[in-house]
């Protein structure tokens, strides 16, 4: 059943990126103008020489399937093309600002998955004052967005207190980490107040369900019934919605490194958006929106496998 | 029922508030009642009496906030006054509860073998393989064929029937001595009710067990218990042996009651609806709560709350007990007269 | 006349009775309103308001404290802090609500014509809003703007788009239940058209979902739009906008100068949070549920 529940799902995956990457390329033509500007970056136009150059360089005379089918095949071999504002391959500027970017929403994960479950588990089982004080703080955490968060912790902890710096990625492993505290702060935040919110919902949910009744009325250990009947049944929409955070944290990470200086492929797509090079941007568009949906299959997977009830059922 | 020995189970003036919106509002006013060792009690009423309620606080199993006054008495100890180590051990292995709604009372992702041998294992510190091999046994008991196969399957792959039979298994594999069968047959199909009935029945004359038997079906509670008890609005208004029940009982609610079922054994007296509509405890006034629907009301009933006296056969709460034999309608004769 | 006189006595129950009511849990919700409200105000009113025009430099006065002058400060080119909020609260809440609109009508439309003609158009339209649904709103917005040059209005036509189906997702499901209820066929049996079916009877009775629907995306769509200005693909200097003030006011923080990045984070902040206080609160009202 779950093997049958995993193929489906790996095929709308298909569809659903192969969809996504004939709308990115295609973007290149929705634009008024020549679509080799685009490629020239900067936005302005660049000598007829320059442009003949780049039509032959990107087949963009050839009809649109062929030379769709020549950009998604060479994004598969790794060989995303020039960028001419740049000027350097694709694949080159992007391997150069991948780890920053992995590491800063690895960072952030860890600190969404953790502290948000705790937090959430903390205020539906100790109620109360706990309870109070985690819902109050996550609603208003859940408003604060990454950049607004960014300049709080930044004049907070890098001015005010001095404990983190403001600024740029930091070399070597414990340098970087701690150039990522805020950033990955920053990032986490509100999603960390969602996480918190849907844990307490859910293990409250399950606190109070009748299962756990039976479970008290036969004698068994309430340590044993927290962690084997509560945090166990919870677990499914725990993980659900901890992966939708960390999906988001993705498209949030391209805004938290451009607040704090980070050299990431988040802040090449936003750089390369503003000069409109093309080339990139389409690269990295690509990239995110595999990645955003590659997350959002293994966390429907995951959380099919740990909850029975639910497979086959296509929406929840 | 004046019995010399103490009582497996023993009800004294059990009272129960629950908060409701900052105030305490009563559930349960006053339940005394007991249930000797091997014997069935059935407590009958209609939903909102507090007869559920009643159940519950044998197991201390009281929505939070909850406070119990009197005491409830298992084998002579309190079980308001219990540590929570003897709580547990009541729990584990003095009563068991069976649950109306087996699919929202068995933990929907474990497998049946889990929920069935948890408690053996984590309380008794039975062995895995031991607690199974009993598991199978009890479940081959309860009337489910494929035993070692259920074990691995899941709620969501069991019937209603058969999953209430797994309850019944997981109650009685702790060996209590009491079994609190909450609406056991509710939730399910006419058909696979009388099924589950007998199930539960055998196996309590099998092991001579105690049940406090919790129903809305005054004739079901008639035919599987010993002795009635019959609630209303969060009090005992009635009780007396389950054979003399359609001769002896003295109270208008319970006559209500049998006149309101249909009983294919009398031919075609015609069916009588109780009017009004049930009070629970906490609307109640000083009162007999039963009162305002009741048509033989005077103007004590209003202003004085009857007590459980002796009526013949059984005990009655009421300050015109109808005569025995005598027609429904009629009001029967005032306490005083009859003692004398 | 005596007894007349007692009315006014009696009258002053009311007010009591209404702080009893905002006791119990309406008072948020109200305040939350009034929040948004006032907000909305001064961003119509902002040239009453506001006392410096929001691009007026003051050479003299540059990234000064809060004074009787400039009563929030000014930023690094001697523009009054205060008057740019209000003035910048104009395409702060424009944009965003642009984009709920455009969202909330489309995306009802779609929801409620898939719903009700079925078959292989709700087909579509789901595997379309799916699709939508699997791009990170902000790089849809983020490829707009490489192709479309930067802008506010790239921003409103894409995030339009990525939120078409937060809506029409919840409505389309909405639709489907209520055209299951008997009273719908019932009216198909009385010969009113399909047309006449949904415009007057399904979209009045999910009139109340949408609304409460739009009303939390607009907290959101107003976080994207603020930070796709702060990451400089929004709105473009020197208009006034929160994100990019929120932007603007960066490099001062490590100067020691945080005031325009704080005060316009704040206002963004206060004010999503009440959007989202007074969605559930209308949730509560309008549903009958939390969410």
Redesign the interface.
């Known amino acids: 059943m779950i093997a049958r529940f995993v193929v489906r799902r790996a095929a709308a995956l298909a569809v659903t990126l192969l969809i996504a990457s004939v709308a990115i390329y295609g973007a290149l033509f929705l634009s008024p103008g020549d679509p080799a500007t685009l490629l020239v970056g900067g936005g302005k136009e660049p000598s007829p020489r320059l442009l003949a150059e780049i039509h032959r360089q990107y087949h963009l005379d050839e009809p649109f399937p062929a030379s769709y089918w020549r950009w998604l095949t060479g994004m598969l071999r790794g060989d995303a093309g020039q960028s001419l504002s740049y000027q350097d391959s694709v694949t080159h500027l992007l391997g150069a600002r991948i780890g920053n970017t992995l590491l800063l929403i690895a960072y952030a994960a860890l600190l969404i998955v953790t502290f948000g479950v705790a937090l959430g588990a903390l205020a539906a089982l100790r109620g109360e004052w706990a309870d109070t004080v985690v819902t109050v703080l996550s609603t208003t955490f859940m408003a604060v967005p990454v950049f607004v968060m960014a300049v709080l912790l930044t004049w907070g902890f890098a001015v005010r207190l001095g404990w983190f710096p403001a600024y740029g990625s930091g070399t070597g492993f414990t340098d970087r980490l701690e150039h990522l505290t805020l950033p990955a702060l920053a990032l986490a935040a509100s999603w960390l107040a969602y996480v918190a919110q849907v844990s307490r919902a859910a293990i409250r949910a399950e606190l109070v ?3 756990v ?9 309430e340590s ?1 019934i927290v962690r ?2 509560i945090l ?2 919870a677990a499914a929409p725990i993980v659900s919605v901890s992966g939708v955070a960390v999906a988001g944290l993705i498209a949030g990470s391209s805004i938290v490194e451009q607040a704090f200086g980070l050299n990431g492929v988040g802040a090449l797509l936003i750089q390369s958006a503003a000069k409109q090079d093309l080339a990139v941007v389409q690269a990295l568009a690509l990239l995110t929106v595999v990645a955003f949906a590659l997350i959002n299959t293994a966390v429907d997977v995951l959380s099919a496998a740990l ?3 639910l497979p086959p059922g296509g929406s929840r | 029922m004046n019995h010399m020995e103490t009582p497996l189970l023993a009800f004294e003036g059990l009272h129960i508030t629950l908060p409701v919106r900052g105030e305490h509002r009563a559930v349960v006013h006053r339940v005394d009642l007991t249930v000797p060792a091997g014997g069935a009690v059935g407590l009958v009423g209609e939903s909102g009496s507090g007869k559920s309620l009643t159940a519950r606080s044998v ?1 201390r ?1 009281l929505p939070p906030g909850a406070r119990v006054g009197g005491d409830v008495r298992f084998d002579g100890a309190s079980v308001t006054a219990m540590d929570a180590a003897s ?7 003095g009563a ?2 069976i ?1 109306q ?1 087996p699919r ?7 497998t049946i073998g889990d929920f069935l041998t ?2 053996l294992v ?2 008794r510190g039975q062995r895995q393989g031991a607690a199974t091999a009993r598991a199978t046994d009890l479940l081959r008991e309860v009337g489910i064929a494929d035993a070692p196969r259920r074990l691995r399957q ?1 709620p ?1 792959e069991l019937s209603g029937g058969l999953l209430q039979r797994v309850m019944i298994a ?1 109650a009685l594999i ?1 060996e209590p001595r009491l079994l609190l069968a909450d609406e056991p047959t509710t939730a399910l199909d006419v058909t696979t009710q009388a099924e589950v009935m007998a199930v539960i029945d055998e196996a309590r004359e099998q092991r001579g067990l105690a049940m406090l038997f919790i129903t809305h079906d005054l004739a079901l509670a008639a035919a599987v218990c010993d002795s009635i008890a019959v609630m209303y609005a969060g009090s005992v208004v009635e009780q007396l042996p389950a054979a003399r029940l359609h001769d002896a009982s003295c109270h208008p609610y319970t006559r209500a009651l049998l006149a309101a079922r249909p009983d294919p054994g009398t031919g075609a007296r015609p069916l009588r609806a109780i009017e009004g509509r049930p009070l629970s405890a906490s609307e109640a006034g000083p009162g007999c709560a039963f009162a305002p629907r009741c048509p033989a009301a005077r103007d004590l009933c209003t202003t004085d709350r009857p007590l459980p006296e002796r009526t013949g056969d059984g005990r009655t709460a009421c300050h015109f007990p109808l005569l025995a034999g005598a027609d429904d309608a009629a009001p029967g004769t005032e306490r005083t007269v009859r003692h004398g | 006349m005596s007894a007349y006189q007692s009315v006014p006595a009696a009258g002053g129950r009311l007010p009591l009775g209404r702080v009893r009511a905002l006791a119990r849990g309406q008072g948020v919700p109200i305040a939350a309103g009034t929040v948004v409200a006032l907000v909305v105000l001064a961003a119509v009113f902002a040239p009453l308001l506001a006392p410096y025009d929001p691009n007026a430099v003051d050479p003299l006065a540059v990234s000064q404290g809060s004074s009787a002058a400039h009563w929030l400060g000014t930023d690094d080119t001697g523009r009054d802090i205060l008057s740019r909020l209000l003035y910048g609260a104009r395409p702060s809440l424009l944009a965003p609500a642009l984009i709920t609109l455009t969202a909330g009508l489309a995306g009802t439309a779609l929801a409620v014509s898939a719903a009700w003609l079925g078959g292989w158009y709700d087909r579509v339209v789901s595997a379309f809003l799916d699709l939508v649904f699997g791009f990170p709103g902000l790089v849809l917005a983020v490829v707009g703007a490489a192709v479309f040059g930067a802008g506010l209005d790239i921003a409103v036509i894409t995030l339009s788009l990525a939120y078409l189906p937060y809506i029409a997702r919840v409505v389309r499901s909405a639709a489907l239940r209520e055209r299951a209820l008997p009273y719908v066929s019932a009216l198909g049996l009385l010969g009113l058209s399909g047309r006449r079916i949904c415009l007057r009877h399904l979209l009045p009775n999910l009139l109340p979902l949408v609304l409460v629907q739009a009303t939390t995306s607009f907290g959101y769509t107003m976080l994207d739009v603020a930070a796709f200005s702060f990451i400089g693909l929004g709105t473009q200097p020197p208009t006034a906008e929160w994100g990019l003030m929120v932007a603007n006011g960066a490099p001062g923080i490590i100067a020691g100068q945080p005031e325009q990045s704080l005060y316009a984070g704040l206002v963004i902040v206060v004010f999503v949070i009440a959007c989202n206080l007074l969605g559930s609160g209308l949730s509560r009202r309008l549903l009958g549920e939390d969410r």
């Open positions: 369900s009748e299962h009744q039976t479970a008290r009325s036969r004698g068994i250990k044993r084997k009947h166990r049944n909850d029975h009830r | 197991l199993l709580l547990r051990a009541l729990r584990g292995s068991a509860m649950f709604d929202a009372h068995i933990n929907p992702l474990r948890e408690g984590t309380t899941r969501a997981a702790g």
